[in-house]
């Protein structure tokens, strides 16, 4: 397979059956630092979209689709060497597109990039299936194992707040089991995907096994892999609104979906916790990557003896947050990712004034001078006196932003914190150890941390409840969404006559 062509910085293409393909039609992706032109991208038509479909089908009546565990296994542990050589340019890419902070992209994306094709070579690769010794009353014995089975073409949609991260998080799951993947990246983050296709050269993945597609959601490449009928699954990352427009896209196909969705996310903070250790984790939990992360805290119960102290400090902390470009020294953070999207947050500053919120801390649009008043920057911005049933606290804001609310009792902390509709990640803040297990389970959402937020183990389940997704991935739980297993039952011995002594030890009949 050879590349035929180089991201360049002005152009991205669509990346089908090993070859970088160009359409007839381009869209521009400006940067959310200062609006200058960062690429411009082909747009993949139905034809693209269908042409990766058939070049990922091929793969796998190929020799793809005959390969091994071990060989799967060494593919991963090779990308992700990869990956580690190509380091600079994925940064580079990432931050490009997001306008994150170079250190965060650094230490977070493009690490658990690598950080994830190891993890799912490791865990394929000791793997196990089920396996039942079948003892019938009639006295037959046989051998019940199952097959794990790619389950095809997989459709991959993911968003712009952390692109290589999720989509990795996606691809080398599906990839270990077998599958061959068609990927769309955000039209806001079409980058790194493109110079993954070039490490998946690199790194010997055979031709169609990854195929990249670029584009939007509704009426381009995203809404003609839903709608075409040869996908075997869909995974999606993204807000419920499009989960929801993806799942009613996809009925008519029957075929499996996994969705990671919204949420509104809250944090609990105990009278008994130590402060700083609350005040430090809760300025990552609202305002890593400018709040936008899935898991990010928008919601923030403190009680009552301490809502004051930790108020002010939470503010203070805000307000000590700096925005600058991403490579400038002492940046903690960077622009939204759009002035589009900026006008969703602005809309929901409007919204809090309107439902009695306090501004405490941001508010607004930020002075950072000329040279980047064409960027989508926002004020990290938090709130006091609103209501738990206020819009602003109930909606998924995705955003810099969090209001605090007081609460007297653990029993009304939980009320409080499952008081939503989404269910994605919560956060427990306490000095008492058997609060901390206690509340934390009784979180009604797919990920709980107690005196943590973002510390993941990708052998663990990920995922959420309610408005917040379908299924979970992580561990054994991707190996399951990406496989389908075949149950073989084999005849070990014919019916015997039945032992006199134990006839209903039988485990079937
Ligand atoms: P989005 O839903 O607008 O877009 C996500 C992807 O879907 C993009 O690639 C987009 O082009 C595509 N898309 C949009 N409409 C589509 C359609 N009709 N058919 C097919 N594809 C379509 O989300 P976003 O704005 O990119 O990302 C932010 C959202 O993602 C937030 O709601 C956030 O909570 C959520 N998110 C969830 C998780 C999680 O793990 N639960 C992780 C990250 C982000
Ligand atoms: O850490 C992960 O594996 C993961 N899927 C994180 C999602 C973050 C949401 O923005």
Request: with cysteine.
């Amino acid at each position: 397979m050879t590349a035929t062509a180089q991201l360049t910085a002005t152009t991205l293409r669509n990346f089908v059956g090993g070859r970088f393909i160009e359409t007839d039609s381009h869209f521009e992706k400006r940067s959310p630092v200062d609006g200058s032109l960062v690429a411009m991208v082909a747009e993949a038509d139905r034809a693209a979209v269908d042409a990766a479909v058939q070049a990922g089908r091929a793969a796998l009546n190929g020799a793809w689709g005959r390969s091994t565990v071990p060989e799967r296994a060494a593919l991963l542990r090779r990308i992700a060497d990869r990956i580690d050589a190509r380091f600079d340019d994925l940064l580079a890419a990432e931050v490009a597109d997001t306008g994150k902070p170079l250190h965060l992209a650094r230490e977070v994306d493009i690490a658990r990039a690598s950080a994830n094709f190891r993890a799912f070579a490791d865990m394929i690769a000791s793997a196990g299936v089920d396996s039942y010794l079948t003892e019938a009353a009639d006295g037959r014995r046989a051998l019940n194992y199952a097959l794990r089975k790619p389950l095809g073409v997989v459709g991959v949609i993911v968003p712009w707040n952390l692109p290589l991260l999720l989509l990795t998080w996606k691809v080398a799951p599906a990839i270990a089991c077998g599958n061959a993947v068609v990927v769309k990246p955000s039209e806001e983050t079409p980058s790194s995907a493109t110079v993954l296709a070039e490490i998946m050269v690199e790194a010997g993945v055979p031709d169609g096994v990854f195929n990249v597609v670029h584009g939007f959601g509704q009426d381009s490449a995203g809404e003609f892999i839903t709608t075409h009928p040869d996908f075997d699954a869909i995974t999606f990352t993204g807000e419920t609104s499009t989960g929801s427009a993806i799942m009613r896209a996809s009925a008519p196909f029957v075929r499996p979906v996994s969705f990671e969705l919204g949420g509104k996310n809250a944090a609990l903070v105990f009278d008994d916790v130590d402060i700083d250790r609350a005040v430090a984790g809760l300025t990552r939990s609202i305002f890593t990557n400018t709040g936008q992360v899935c898991l990010c805290t928008e919601r923030v119960y403190v009680q009552r003896g301490i809502f004051d102290e930790v108020t002010a400090r939470l503010a203070e902390s805000a307000r000590s947050l700096r925005l600058g470009r991403p490579d400038a020294e002492g940046t903690t953070t960077g622009p939204l990712i759009s002035t589009g999207h900026r006008e969703k947050v602005l809309s929901y500053l409007e919204l809090a004034r309107q439902e009695g919120g306090e501004v405490i801390a941001g508010g607004g649009i930020p002075d950072l001078g000329s040279d980047l008043a064409g960027g989508a920057w926002i004020e990290p911005t938090l709130w006091t006196g609103l209501d738990q049933d206020a819009r602003v606290m109930r909606e998924e804001v995705f955003g810099p932003i969090a209001g605090l609310i007081p609460f007297d009792t653990e029993e009304e902390g939980i009320r409080l914190a499952n008081d939503t509709k989404y269910g994605l990640a919560a956060s427990v803040w306490t000095n008492d150890l058997e609060r901390g297990h206690r509340v934390a389970g009784s979180m009604r959402v797919g990920i709980s941390w107690v005196n943590n937020w973002f510390l993941r183990d990708l052998r663990s389940p990920f995922g959420g409840t309610g408005l917040s997704g379908i299924g979970r991935e992580g561990g054994e739980h991707s190996l399951n969404f990406y496989s389908e297993p075949t149950n073989v039952c084999v005849t070990l011995s014919d019916a015997q006559p039945q032992s006199p002594v134990m006839p209903e030890t039988a485990a079937a009949s």
